[in-house]
């Protein structure tokens, strides 16, 4: 599978972004599928995930104001995320892999096999 995310760029706080993850070589309608971000000299998060089973996980931090969603016809899956905070900074990285849907495991980068190269999402005061 190899994953295309888009969709970053800069936006004032409390604006709005929707990043896009097509995926390519295989359907990803059995695959999990999950948002991970990283900020300069911070480790990386989990900020999104859906399990082909059709839960979705979300850290506390980002509940109410970031949505995952999938649409299988395009094999594409999207992160809308709102109300933006200039702690949302960060290069985001969509994932995809086979496994058991509970929260840990989504929110866990090592569950994933495939990774995106990451788009940009800077959000200003």
């Known amino acids: 599978v190899q994953l ?8 004032q706080a409390g604006g709005s972004l929707r990043l896009s993850c097509a995926a390519s070589g295989r359907t990803i309608t059995t695959y999990a599928m ?24 979300y850290p506390d931090f980002v509940k109410g104001r970031f949505t995952i969603s999938r649409d299988n016809a395009k094999n594409t899956v999207y992160l ?5 905070k200039p702690e ?3 290069v985001y990285y969509c994932a995809a892999g086979r496994f058991s849907g509970t929260y840990s495991r989504t929110a866990t980068p090592s569950s994933y096999d495939y990774w995106g190269q990451g788009t940009q999402v800077t959000v200003s005061s």
């Open 34 to 57: 999950g948002w991970f971000r990283q900020a300069p000299g911070k480790e990386q998060e989990f900020v999104a995930g859906f399990h082909w089973g059709g839960s979705t996980y």
């Open 88 to 90: 949302d900074t960060a």
């Open 4 to 11: 295309q995310a888009s969709g970053g760029g800069l936006v």
């Open 80 to 84: 809308q995320m709102d109300s933006l």
